[in-house]
């Protein structure tokens, strides 16, 4: 079993739409939670960064974590077709080793 | 644009040859992070840096090394390679100065090794 667990998708939503993704982990020690989007033939991009458990909001990103459930989700309200890219999850426990999911990739309708 | 550049971007060798990656960190980035980007093993960590000493190891086989020079310009050198090589090789930079994870880090449009 992998350490962090990542549905690959894909997922297609009209735009507009609410995208949900999400992450399971099996590692209790993960303190630091990050979502990287990475578009076609790129370097992931840093989105949101969470330390702990909690809610954290960016505009039309919003990232929570729930520690107890080991469960990590993103929500992207009123997505654009400039959404459209693959999301990765990462986590870390303090350490300097990034460990990331699998990637969703996300297609955002016109 | 992440300030990150790589070189070269693409890459075509054979099986059993030496490659060498190349990554220069965003100006005053203290830590250089390796990673491998394949379809079945998703990014993998492999090694990280700091201001020229290694600082954490991954998933990077013993065919594989890594060096940071005096300027923070880092070098993946990848040996003896095999089919299973080819994947995406991305490098990462950070400030390094809070200590590691809590640091954003800032990743490299990358290098696409192909092993024929």
Redesign the interface.
């Known amino acids: 079993q992998k350490e962090v667990e990542q549905d690959p998708g894909p997922l297609s939503v009209p735009e507009g739409a609410i995208v949900s993704l999400n992450c399971t982990y099996s590692n209790s020690a993960f303190q ?1 939670f990050m979502w ?1 989007r990475q578009y076609s ?6 989105l949101m ?1 969470t ?1 702990s458990s909690g809610n954290k909001e960016d505009g039309r990103f919003t990232a929570q974590v729930d520690k107890s459930s080991k469960y990590i989700s993103l929500f992207i309200r009123d997505s654009q077709p400039s959404d459209s890219a693959t999301y ?1 999850c ?1 986590m ?12 969703t990739t996300v297609t955002v309708r016109a | 644009d992440s300030g990150v550049t790589q070189t070269p971007k693409h890459l075509i060798t054979a099986t059993g040859q030496r490659v060498t990656l190349r990554c220069s960190p965003r100006s005053g980035d203290l830590s250089v992070y390796w990673y491998q980007q394949s379809l079945d093993q998703g990014l993998q960590f492999l090694i990280q840096y700091y201001n020229g000493e290694e600082r954490a190891k991954g998933n990077i086989l013993e065919r594989f090394s890594a060096q940071q020079f005096p300027d923070l310009h880092s070098e993946l050198n990848l040996s003896s390679l095999e089919l299973g090589d080819s994947a995406l090789y991305f490098c990462a930079s950070s400030a390094g100065t809070s200590g590691g994870v809590a640091d954003t880090q800032y990743f490299g449009p990358g290098t696409r090794l192909t092993v024929l």
């Open positions: 630091y990287y033939r790129k370097g992931p991009e840093l960064y330390y990765l990462a870390s426990g303090g350490d300097y080793k990034l460990s990331f999911g699998a990637g």
